[in-house]
């Protein structure tokens, strides 16, 4: 119930806002490449709640690095992007502790058939850095680790993209395959024994970022996946809200609130949220035309 209440609220903030937005004729000229790679370091206070790779609520240093490629040329659109955090805390006695660990690689072609529709084919790489770990389990447990579990997801679609701050993808025969190290085996969806699995199902994705304010910016990305192999009921959902305030050029505020539910994770709705003051730097923005 609670997935859906999220599904259908989010369509529904979606759908206003499409049809509340007035038409206007484009006279600024196309860019063929825009190239954008990102760094940040921020201080933040962070909270979790089930999260499957580990972590515990904390006062942390994060980096972030993300690097958007956007290529359009006549009928062909493609995005891809670059996405990776590490985040580490430390807490006295207990030492170091993890708050933050992604890497996941984005890419979404698109060959134009109407006004906003597009045949589509997505990819998408998902894993960890490090090994994760289960704290209140004296000696602590290892629950996840670099590749375990680690998840590449493609297949064909129709992606209908307003903009590039608002598209949504249908892909309703998207392959999966979940890899694990032998450590893990038995673990994440996958058999005992074996280091890969295989799921075929629906997949959509959707990314929506606006200016609620001059200097204040929202992004929210989701992704919503059902096996058709397995319990088709169960619908995988990742959901990402950032919020960023811009003080100036460098400095930035962030606050970040990150859901996942995922059977073969965890049993539990996983929660990530973070708040803090971020140093930005652009190392690479081009754009040709």
């Not at 790779?53 to 359009?72: L, P, R």
């Not at 490090?130 to 704290?135: L, Q, T």
């Not at 994440?188 to 074996?194: I, S, T």
């Not at 995988?236 to 609130?257: A, G, P, S």
């Amino acid at each position: 119930m609670m997935v859906k209440k999220i599904v259908l609220g989010f369509l529904i903030l979606l759908t206003s806002l499409v049809y509340s937005q007035e038409q206007q004729q484009d006279t600024i000229p196309v860019p063929k490449w825009k190239i954008h790679g990102r760094v940040a370091f921020i201080f933040n206070q962070s909270s979790f709640s089930n999260w499957a790779s580990g972590g515990e609520n904390t006062v942390a240093g994060n980096i972030n690095i993300n690097y958007d490629f956007n290529y359009k040329q006549g009928n062909i659109n493609w995005d891809s992007r670059i996405i990776s955090g590490y985040g580490l805390s430390y807490l006295g006695a207990q030492g170091y502790r993890k708050t933050n660990d992604r890497l996941e690689v984005n890419s979404l072609l698109g060959v134009k058939t109407g006004n906003y529709w597009f045949l589509s084919f997505i990819g998408n790489f998902r894993t960890q850095y490090a090994n994760g770990f289960d704290y209140s389990k004296k000696p602590k447990a290892v629950v996840s680790g670099f590749f375990s579990p680690a998840y590449l997801t493609f297949g064909p679609g129709m992606l209908w993209k307003k903009s590039d701050n608002l598209s949504i993808n249908i892909a309703p025969a998207t392959a999966r395959y979940t890899f694990v190290s032998n450590s893990f085996s038995g673990q994440f969806g996958v058999a005992e024994g074996k280091n890969a699995a295989f799921s075929l199902g629906f997949n959509l994705s959707s990314y929506y970022k606006l200016q609620l304010l001059e200097n204040i910016e929202m992004e929210n990305i989701i992704t919503l996946y059902s096996d058709y192999l397995s319990n088709v009921r169960n619908v995988d959902l990742d959901y990402q809200t950032n919020i960023r305030f811009k003080v100036n050029k460098n400095i930035k505020m962030h606050i970040t609130f990150h859901t996942i539910i995922d059977d073969n994770a965890s049993s539990r709705i996983q929660f990530r949220q973070l708040f803090g003051l971020g140093v930005n730097y652009s190392f690479h923005e081009k754009t040709s035309y």
